[in-house]
């Protein structure tokens, strides 16, 4: 019954890391799309660099690589490797707090971020304002995602890896014992008595 709770909650948190894994690949195309037009469309000026368009990209390679860690994690069911995991995603969710409260409780967030020549932070800004109602079910979708691909290593870590397949100790396993020599002599069903003298045959046959 354990191994198979075990191997349930393995198998959710790998779901939930592909969740998190889609996302960050879903970034990585989108930073990579405006990294090319970006490009295309330098020519001789000269621009700074796209701060977003590199921190786009950044946040995609982070999640890509929390999830393989999680997959890694999950199919291990390491100790080790699952803390690590839920450091990543702890920190990971601080900064997604941090910018959040910093958006709906500061009037003037955009002037915490330096200016985006390339134009693709104000296009981002107008998608998130008429598509709100959807980005909002996406980014609850994501935290969840996040809060409970935690709960579920705290549960993993807590249950520990996998014994079953194990013995507890050597007591518990009685290897076979094999002779060291292959034509080993049969006792004898009973014992002699050295100290019996043996009779004669002859002497008694002739008696």
Known sequence: MGRIMRSCL?????????VIGMVGIAMIMYS???????????GDSDLQAPWFIYTFLGLGITLCVITCSGHIAAETANGHCLSCYMVFVFLLVLLEAAVTADVFLNSNWEEDFPEDQTGRF???K???HSNFEMCKWIASLIVAAQALSMFLA???RALGPDRGSYYDSDDDYIPARLPLLKNQVPQPPYVVNPHYPL????????R
């Open 10 to 18: 393995q198998s959710i948190l790998k779901l939930m890391n592909s």
């Open 32 to 42: 990579s799309w405006m990294l090319r037009v970006w490009l295309k469309n330098l």
């Open 122 to 124: 104000d296009e981002f």
């Open 126 to 128: 107008d998608f998130v």
């Open 154 to 156: 705290m549960v993993l």
């Open 199 to 206: 009779q004669n045959d002859a002497w008694n046959i002739n």
